[in-house]
């Protein structure tokens, strides 16, 4: 789906922030060492109570205000401020490789046909020898839960790259209103439905390890997958989205009479 360009790629990275100052200077630090820098970098401060907003400042970021809580009306609301060809999501928590960049660049080059790209990751933090098994539980237990409902790989929000022109198509669209959903999981499904999701290699992206060491908080980033999915039904229960997604491989018509409300 790439479009006509004149001219080098533009990005724009989006950081959605809320009380995480400490952890989004390393991410900055870490974006300003870039083998190929951003032509803008917007953190999306959520209400934050300490000094995220003036060490994204600082930083030499811009600095978007949204008041309204939660990670999908952050997120939203730094894409829709974008400039870029490309918008890159990570979270603040989050620690890129130096050429995460230049290597979101090049999978774009590579995949013309994709609207939105998807990488691995890596925790950063926790005991040593449980970082790589954890993560690749946490990531597969992300793809086996999501793939059945989507019909197709869900975007991992702490390394996730889309066209602009495609977030522009879906925006009216997201669930961005709703605090108790997976942001990345929503937008998963309003671009799946139109456009081809691919996946990206390169380093993997630093993660924290934060989410298991609070049950409670664990159990609510559980209840908010399933919210995630069944905010979407029936519309998109999974047999009707399968046969939509077979339809248009296919080239027919994707809306039979009577399926979609």
């Known amino acids: 789906m790439a479009a006509e360009h004149d001219g080098p790629v533009t990005v724009s990275v989006v950081i959605p922030v809320k009380d995480d100052s400490a952890e989004l200077t390393v991410c900055l630090a870490a974006l300003a060492a870039q083998t190929r820098t951003a032509e803008e970098i917007i953190v999306v401060d959520n209400a934050s109570t300490d000094d995220s907003a003036a060490a994204a400042r600082a930083a030499g970021a811009t600095v978007v205000s949204c008041r309204q809580p939660g990670i999908p009306a952050a997120s939203a609301t730094g894409y829709d401020a974008a400039t870029g060809d490309l918008i890159l999501r990570l979270d603040a928590d989050c620690v890129p490789g130096p050429r995460w960049i230049q290597d979101v660049i090049a999978a774009f080059e590579e995949q013309p046909e994709v609207a939105a790209l998807t990488g691995p990751a890596v ?63 929503d937008l998963s499904f309003h671009l799946g439905e139109h456009h081809q999701l691919g996946q990206m290699g390169g380093e993997p992206m630093g993660i924290s390890m934060r989410p298991f060491n609070d049950a409670k908080a664990f159990r609510r980033r559980i209840k908010r997958g399933f919210r995630s999915v069944t905010v979407h039904w029936p519309q998109e229960f999974p047999p009707f989205r399968w046969r939509r997604a077979s339809l248009r491989r296919r080239g027919q018509s994707t809306e039979p009479a009577g399926e979609r409300p």
């Open 123 to 185: 925790f950063i933090d926790g005991p040593v020898p449980l970082r790589r098994p954890l993560v690749r539980a946490y990531l597969f237990a992300y793809m086996n839960f999501s793939i059945p409902a989507l019909g197709h790989r869900p975007l991992f929000g702490s390394n996730l790259a889309m066209r602009r022109e495609a977030w522009e198509q879906v925006r009216l669209e997201v669930h961005r209103d709703d605090p108790e959903i997976h942001d990345d999981l």
